[in-house]
């Protein structure tokens, strides 16, 4: 099985200035959800959709997609055995399904997900 690209995330300091700032320039209907603000691309069926984070920590500026997997702890473990890192582990989205983060050995952090 593949592993999908499915979401992305969008890391800053002030969400609001952020949403604002991505709602105008390319017209994303993005709705503000706790602490995150989902953004619906407006693809009409192409491209992915994603959401806008302000963590209140480091890191503030960050982009970083999500791969779809069947198993959060095997990928993990299979990063890890290549030479990655777990940054955050398996953590349960309500309702939705979990993520998690891991680094590649460049430093650069990418999402797995698992939906319900």
């Known amino acids: 099985m593949g592993a999908p690209v499915v979401h992305f995330e969008i890391g800053c300091r002030n969400n609001q200035k952020t949403v ?4 105008d320039l390319f017209g994303w209907k993005i709705d503000q959800q706790g602490p995150a603000a989902m953004i619906d691309t407006q693809g009409g069926g192409s491209g992915i959709d ?7 920590h480091e890191p503030h500026n960050y982009v970083t997609i999500y791969a779809q997997v069947n198993d959060l ?8 055995n290549q030479g990655g890192k777990t940054v955050v582990p398996p953590v349960e989205v309500p309702g939705m399904g979990h993520f998690a983060w891991f ?3 460049d430093g650069n952090v990418i999402g797995l997900w698992k939906p319900l």
């Open 20 to 23: 604002k700032f991505y709602s």
């Open 50 to 56: 994603g959401h806008i984070a302000s963590l209140g």
């Open 73 to 80: 702890q095997a990928y993990l473990k299979k990063a890890e």
């Open 103 to 105: 680094a590649d050995p």
